[in-house]
């Protein structure tokens, strides 16, 4: 029986491995042994079936179309750990039109991401913090905004489970220190109105500029794209991640959440005001446990 720390370090290894050239083919498998192949084999650790679909390029049915060799074999959680990571993974292998975007957070169960005087350490558990730094390993980038660097100055580096560090993306349009994080084994790119921050900062490696005309965010992902990033894993902060809500550019979005009730604080999206319960955004996806609290993973179904 395959555990989910060996079925982890085969996931990093499949990361690292290309896939055949020319996807013209319906369904692809990943062997212990082989890596990617089109033809099926005894050492199969799972099957991807493309779906055709204009949505998004080269994209795949991240959840019904993700089938297991052995299915009934396969014990519950291994399950749910495949259906969270391996959509990742061929994302990111598949060369999108653009950067794949994720969103990941903790809250309480009315909603609340931090307390009124900004605290949040620690809504979610241990095993979310691990989860967490999958997610890092997974993608090409992590992003945050300038609340959250001033805030918690993250490391954003992969510490608890094995995996490369991804890039970091401080998407932030006020001068920060940011030379302590030439400590850390990873590669940082700023990105900032070109009006506000005209130069690369010391610290960071890579600096992107913007026009806040026309659509920013599309601008910045097709130069993100341009630049080898594939997929992109937002961890905050609520400003960061309410944008990209508003551009309609959240592919997945991840919530865990804690059991415990805040009653004040601060929500993830700042969402414009709603009338009726149809103009709320909805979700395709599904609950897995984590511990004694819930991790929900869904793909955002936006009002046209």
């Not at 082989?34 to 049915?61: A, H, M, R, V």
């Not at 309480?108 to 949040?120: A, M, N, V, W």
């Not at 006020?174 to 790119?189: E, R």
């Not at 865990?256 to 009338?275: L, N, Q, T, W």
Request: with cysteine; aromatic share 10%; net charge positive.
């Amino acid at each position: 029986m395959t555990s989910l720390n060996v079925f982890w370090l085969h996931l990093i290894k499949a990361k690292e491995q290309k896939i055949p050239e020319h996807i013209d083919y319906q369904s692809l498998h990943y062997s212990i042994l082989e890596g990617f192949s089109k033809k099926p084999s005894k050492q199969d650790l799972f099957k991807i079936t493309f779906q055709k679909s204009g949505d998004y390029s080269n994209t795949l049915d991240l959840y019904n179309n993700l089938l297991f060799a052995e299915f009934d074999e396969i014990p519950n959680d291994l399950v749910s750990y495949i259906r969270l990571y391996v959509p990742l993974l061929m994302a990111n292998k598949l060369k999108p039109s653009r950067p794949l975007i994720i969103t990941h957070f903790a809250q309480s169960l009315d909603g609340k991401i931090c307390t009124s005087s900004g605290k949040s350490k620690w809504i979610s558990n241990e095993d979310n913090l691990n989860h967490s730094h999958r997610l890092r390993a997974m993608v090409d980038a992590v992003m945050v905004g300038g609340g959250t660097i001033k805030a918690d100055k993250p490391k954003l580096t992969v510490r608890r489970v094995k995996g490369n560090n991804p890039k970091r993306i401080f998407w932030c349009n006020s001068i920060h220190d940011y030379s302590s994080y030439h400590a850390h084994d990873t590669f940082t790119i700023l990105i900032a109105d070109k009006d506000i921050i005209k130069r690369k900062p010391k610290g960071i490696d890579h600096h992107i500029s913007y026009s806040k005309e026309n659509q920013p965010i599309k601008e910045v992902l097709a130069k993100l794209k341009d630049f080898g990033v594939s997929s992109i894993f937002i961890e905050g902060g609520s400003i960061t991640l309410s944008n990209f809500y508003e551009a309609q550019l959240i592919d997945l979005m991840q919530i865990h959440i804690a059991p415990v009730i805040f009653g004040s604080g601060k929500c993830a999206f700042e969402m414009a005001p709603i009338d009726e319960v149809s103009e709320s955004l909805k979700l395709d996806g599904f609950f897995s446990s984590s511990d004694n609290h819930i991790l929900y993973h869904g793909k955002p179904i936006y009002n046209v």
